[in-house]
């Protein structure tokens, strides 16, 4: 699952929020950090899979890496940036995936 462009990114609209998938913390619209969440938006017949996972980090790293709009995106770097700022910040990815070019 490649993400689409980041064109598509803000033309997708609202989204529901999801709750979480934890049974021991109350409704969040975000997942646990660490961890993503994937919902289908049946408007666009798209994926929207957004969190803090190691996998969403190098799924939407792999893919800007691969665009032309920048030459090189490192995961692990940024990563590391934004937790020696302290524990309560974290980055959150976010990416729209169309399950027909899966």
Known sequence: NRPR????????????????????????????KGEDTTEFLPDRGLLLRHGTSLSLMALVADWLNASEEFEQVDPSADWEKWASRGQDLSLYYAALIDPAED
């Open 5 to 32: 462009s980041m064109a598509d990114v803000s033309d997708a609209g609202p989204a529901k929020r999801p709750r979480s998938a934890s049974p021991n913390h109350a409704a969040t619209p975000f997942p646990e």
